[in-house]
């Protein structure tokens, strides 16, 4: 007896389904590249550093508009999950597929099965860590960025390959069915396609116990639950405490990814004798917390996104990163490496480009919403820079070396 005798495989749903990914999946890879190139990897602090030649063009990531990684990492993340009962459901209707033996009897067989396997493979390995990250759940033993990073290669590959060989049996398939005749056909009247070459529609099927239109409903029931239950981490505001999904979703007040306790950060090390050491002048400037008040203050509404899909807008209050560069004594800085309190990890030091200094809006923080900044927030001082990722506006700032 078949194992797979379900009458709604076939042609026409496979290629629905593919289509969906055709469409989101381009999308998926462009943010997640772009997001790469937001950590600036011309000055190697991008992870993996040490790329080959997978390596991306150098640019300058632009701090306008300030929403900007807030929209890619929103999209790149908020896509990642939805599709996954679409993923699912591709997988179902194919499965037939997976079990046909000898798996390849051609050269063009034999290229289909290696572009299946590299697509099927990695967009799991991409939505298991991914997933994996976002819970800060690493059980897999690896560092995340670099399988996240080399795993996308594969899939991209895999992707191009299984489009160049299949996208004219997926445009076959969506002819094979009017869609209006779908969505009007109920279960009495759902009756399987007819044998296709490919072996997706079963020769001995079952009969049905949903429509073609009801999978379409399941499936799309399964990307709006997903969809309504994480989006609230991206929109921030009344809408987090919707993201029931997510660990930094809940709540009013903005997360945080890393407490100073995590940080290794001691009260003493932020108290009355913190200093600010300002490098790249003539001489090193050493300021503490009041003189860096009595300087010139500039409020901005801004957004801090995170790889993990959040976001939220604040409104912060300090001196802006061009002032304390004049204050240093350098003009017109290339870059600048700011190192922070924090005890080891990836992320205790950031190089900004020229571009994200001399924004007006790029402050180092002392208050956010009108009160000192929180410990776990960054206390006494932290840099936000429009369009950043949210690990690069580096928090417990020790000191900031401008580079001319």
Known sequence: M?????????????????LVLLVALPIIFVTGLLSYSAYSPQFGQAIPADVGWLRLPAFTWPTHPSWLYRLTQGLHVGLG??????????????????????????VAQLLERLSLAMLVGGVLFQIVTGVLN?????????????????GAWVCIAGFLMH????????ITGLRSLPFREVLRTNVADTRPQPLDPAGLVAAEPAEPTMSRRGALALVGSGVLLIGLLTVGQTLGGAARSTALLLPRGRGRDFPVNKTAVAAGIAPENVGADWRLTLRG???????DRGMLCALPQRTVRLPIACVEGWSTVQSWTGVPLVELARVAGVRSPRSARVTSLQRGGAFGRAMLQANQIGDPDALLALRVNGADLPIDHGYPARVIVPALPGVHNTKWVASIAFEA
């Open 163 to 170: 489009i160049a060989l299949k996208i004219p049996h997926m």
């Open 2 to 18: 078949p194992r797979w005798r379900s009458p709604l495989r076939g042609p026409w749903l496979t290629s629905v389904f593919g």
């Open 81 to 106: 999950l939805v599709i996954i009962p679409v993923v699912l459901a591709k997988l179902w209707s194919v499965i037939p597929r997976l079990f046909v033996w000898p798996p390849a009897r051609s």
């Open 281 to 287: 002048g003539p001489s090193e400037v050493v300021l």
């Open 134 to 150: 976002i819970q800060y759940d690493y059980i897999f033993g690896f560092s995340f960025y670099d399988g996240h990073y080399f």
